[in-house]
């Protein structure tokens, strides 16, 4: 049965396109600009794959989520990478935050490196933009991490910590078949561990990448919550009283001992400030759990999923943004002053570029040639097999089917502190 949609939604989707094309980046970034025409082709692709779909009848449809809401939420995810991609390539017309984000940059390549070195993940690359707050844009159309960082990083460079947690999740979602085999590490009991792994998994990622700062960064971000969330589970993030002892159980299984030891510290006096709360209410649930017990339950599946990381997947970088404390230093601070100094220097590091080569994709790495390719506009999954399926061979498909082509692998933000939106 067709749903006869209105006209209406085809001019919506022509007015978002000539904008597109409209969209002049210019030699700000060649990244940018090929980020731009991968979208619009995905967008078009996307667009006409439902409005058509749903007139012809080809898509059955769903209860929950009728036609106008897909083709709603389409248009407002197409709207909201464009607006992304016109604002980072504006930030970077800008001599006084392009310096600032080319810095962010090697950060994040630097980040994404240590999976695509230790074969998680094919070659891509990453933009940085200035944002309200530290999140990553996980798009399906190209091999790009897309990274907000938060203004206050122009002065303050520990503001830019937040990055290789946010590529921990690009990694999440982008390494074939990681999600579900860390799933089938984590025992189901208790339950309310599940709704966290994605989390975990980004707070050890960046261990990995930035070393004993990043565990510094976090008790931060923790501590400028309003109170009330020291104990509270949102059913996707650690709950903050205990999240601290992810970072400092990964330091103590890297040998950053000294550092683990002054952050263990440090946190206890945020728990005694906070009056050594005694237990948590697991999301979506009425009943109590020691804390006590959660963390111990906590460092257990943290021990045991580094060791899965590092066995299976040989996932032991060989440097770090930051080291150790020195023997008997218990001045967690220092950190912040070493990874500063650091990278006031010159990182060198090489940023990879997204480019375009007439009907394909792919990730310049400064070797030719071109790598992880493939076709504008294409999402290199089933997904697009499934379309073709559906338009070409006349195939219906159930909305249980179509909507997984709809999310497009979770086209979401995230950030370490929680920032949803979109579908």
């Not at 006409?48 to 059955?60: A, E, I, T, V």
């Not at 950060?107 to 240590?114: E, F, H, Y």
């Not at 709360?277 to 979506?284: A, G, K, L, N, Y």
């Amino acid at each position: 049965m067709s749903s006869n949609l209105s006209p209406i939604w085809q001019k919506r989707w022509n007015a978002l396109e000539k904008t597109m094309q409209a969209t002049d980046i210019g030699t700000t970034s060649e990244t940018l600009s090929s980020m731009l025409t991968c979208l619009a082709a995905f967008g078009k692709s996307q667009f006409q794959f439902f409005y058509d779909g749903f007139n012809s009848g080809k898509l059955l449809p769903s209860m929950h989520h009728p036609a106008e809401f897909v083709l709603n939420a389409t248009l407002s995810q197409v709207s909201y990478d464009l607006s992304v991609i016109r604002q980072a390539a504006d930030q970077r017309r800008s001599p006084h935050l392009k310096d600032t984000l080319e810095k962010a940059d090697q950060l994040a390549q630097s980040a994404l490196n240590l999976a695509v070195t230790d074969k998680l993940l094919k070659p891509g690359t990453v933009v940085t933009y200035f944002n309200k707050s530290a999140h990553i844009r996980v798009i399906p159309y190209a091999p790009v991490a897309l990274v907000g960082i938060p203004y206050t990083a122009i002065e303050t460079p520990r503001d830019l910590l937040a990055i290789p947690h946010e590529v921990g999740h690009y990694v999440y979602h982008h390494a074939t078949g990681l999600a579900a085999k860390l799933h089938t590490q984590i025992p189901f009991d208790p339950p309310w561990f599940n709704h966290w792994i994605e989390e975990i998994f980004a707070d050890i990622y960046g261990c990995l990448v930035a070393g004993p700062v990043i565990g510094l960064d976090f008790q931060d971000l923790l501590l400028d919550n309003p109170t009330e969330h020291f104990t509270e589970d949102d059913g996707e993030h650690p709950v903050d009283a205990i999240r601290p002892f992810i970072h400092t159980t990964v330091l103590n299984r890297l040998g950053f001992k000294n550092a683990a030891e002054a952050l263990q510290d440090r946190w206890a006096v945020s728990e005694r400030l906070r009056n050594y709360p005694e237990s948590f209410i697991p999301f979506d649930s009425d009943y109590e759990v020691d804390l006590r017990i959660a963390r111990t339950k906590l460092q257990e599946v943290v021990s045991h999923m580094l060791n899965y990381l590092q066995t299976e997947y040989n996932l032991t970088p060989n440097t770090y943004w930051t080291d150790d404390l020195p023997a008997g230093q218990n001045d967690a601070e220092a950190m912040y002053t070493a990874f500063e100094n650091w990278i006031a220097g010159s990182l060198d590091i090489h940023v990879n570029t997204l480019q375009t080569n007439k009907n394909k994709t792919g990730v310049n790495t400064g070797i030719p040639p071109l790598q992880n390719t493939r076709k504008i506009g294409d999402t290199n999954t089933w997904r697009d097999s499934l379309k073709q399926l559906n338009q070409i061979e006349n195939q219906i498909l159930p909305w249980s089917a179509w909507m997984l082509i709809f999310t497009a692998g979770n086209w979401p933000i995230k950030g370490p502190e929680g920032d949803p939106v979109g579908v």
